[in-house]
């Protein structure tokens, strides 16, 4: 996040409600939170410090054996993160066209000018994988298979119950 004094004004505005009526230890890890994130005015501000976030599973359930995750131009912003992860496990293919690429921006926040009619928009967020030349916004996400027609959900189940296990 581009950590300014109006970017983390909004950020407690949003939580404002939920602060007050917090109780004493979840205050002090806010508190902590809020002053980490004063700490980086003018900077971009990444509160976990890492790159990435890695899910980790000790054991796959058995089924379902295979999934198929059907993803369009409709599938946007946390519809293509859970498909960026579901498509970590070797029991799920994307099918279908390539998503909407709405996720290299986030947490859009709405400044007022001085017309009263209009108002600025204005992403806070800016996900790290840009720096390494991935981006999802461009072109969206590309599906395992391209699908075509409109039966995509009969095609998926010939396609799944075709792949080898």
Excluded: C
Aim: net charge positive.
């Amino acid at each position: 996040m581009r950590m300014t004094p109006s970017n983390f004004e909004k950020w407690y505005q949003f939580i404002a409600d939920y602060y007050e009526n917090a109780d004493t230890k979840t205050k002090q890890t806010l508190d902590e939170r809020m002053r980490k994130m004063k700490a980086h005015y003018g900077e971009l501000y990444n509160e976990s410090g890492t790159q990435t976030d890695t899910l980790r599973i000790d054991k796959a359930k058995a089924n379902p054996k295979k999934v198929a995750l059907l993803i369009n131009k409709n599938t946007v912003s946390s519809g293509e993160l859970f498909t960026m992860l579901a498509r970590q496990s070797d029991k799920v293919t994307v099918m279908g066209t390539n998503s909407g690429g709405m996720m290299d921006y986030g947490n859009v926040v709405t400044y007022k000018t001085t017309y009263p009619t209009i108002r600025v928009q204005l992403p806070t967020n800016r996900q790290l994988w840009l720096n390494t030349n991935f981006s999802v916004d461009k072109e969206g996400l590309k599906p395992d298979i391209y699908l075509k027609g409109n039966n995509w959900i009969e095609q998926a189940e010939k396609l799944i119950t075709e792949k080898k296990p």
